[in-house]
């Protein structure tokens, strides 16, 4: 073992860029990462690696040699965790990412389908991919996010989710009324703080209705946006992959995996 201890200390120096593929980076994170973090955590790890051989040379004393190493290890692994970048409470850092998902699978039995429908910001993250397995059977074929920002606060006031399934559409959103009209066309509506909020899609899906929609854009990968004027709100309808959680981070794809 004491032959591969100076390979430990130097390889704990890589463990930032592994952080990286593992879980979501908050903001710029990125940049600071790969341009301050990495090669400070690369000189500092090969420092102590050779602090620590030079130390195991001078002393035969196993505890002294020992407690230097846990003392080199932990310490870049603390400093690692704790510079890497979620300075959004939103985006949990890498230790709560892994608390909040054992927690997660701890209730298993309490998630319910509508938790696949969470808004996807990363700290709901554990909770969407765990859902997404326990109900891949059921998965809908498309999931728009609808959001309604307030024109003077610039803030979300009411968040929720429309999905097709097998041909029908459903909402989470109880008081939405879902119309089915004439040519192909269904209409959306309910009456939110006193304004009457009314938008339109056809029976697969929301596509770019210029006489309904003020902006349309569609990116060709499955990323829709769509977004319509009222008095007091902007209604702002999106659509992403749905599985790009578990594509973009290993952690995500561990996590369904053993889900």
Do not use: H
């Not at 610039?154 to 879902?178: T, V």
Request: proline share 4%.
């Amino acid at each position: 073992m004491e032959k591969y201890k100076f390979w430990i200390i130097l390889i704990s120096g890589f463990i930032t860029p592994i952080l990286i593929y593992l879980f979501p980076v908050d903001g710029g994170g990125s940049s600071i990462i790969f341009t301050i973090s990495v090669p400070f955590f690369i000189i500092i790890a090969l420092l102590f690696a050779f602090i620590y051989k030079r130390i195991a040379k001078k002393t035969e004393l196993k505890w002294k040699m020992n407690s230097a190493f846990s003392f080199f290890v932990l310490s870049i692994l603390f400093l690692t965790f704790y510079s890497f970048p979620c300075f959004d409470r939103n985006n949990l850092c890498p230790c709560e990412v892994i608390y909040n998902s054992v927690k997660v699978l701890s209730k298993y039995d309490q998630i319910k389908f509508e938790d696949i429908l969470a808004e996807k910001k990363p700290s709901n993250y554990p909770l969407i991919v765990v859902a997404q397995k326990k109900y891949k059977t059921s998965f809908p074929n498309k999931i728009y996010y609808i959001n309604y920002e307030g024109k003077e606060t610039f803030y979300s006031e009411k968040f929720y989710a429309i999905y097709f399934r097998n041909g029908k559409i459903f909402s989470n959103n109880k008081n939405l009324k879902i119309k089915y009209l004439n040519n192909d066309i269904v209409e959306f509506s309910e009456i939110y703080n006193n304004e009457f909020i009314e938008f339109k899609s056809i029976k697969s899906g929301f596509i770019n209705m210029p006489k309904e929609y003020k902006d349309y854009y569609n990116n060709g990968y499955e990323y829709i946006n769509l977004n319509k004027e009222f008095k007091d709100f902007n209604v702002n309808i999106r659509k992403e992959p749905e599985k790009d959680i578990t594509k973009e981070y290993g952690f995500y794809k561990f996590l369904y995996w053993i889900s």
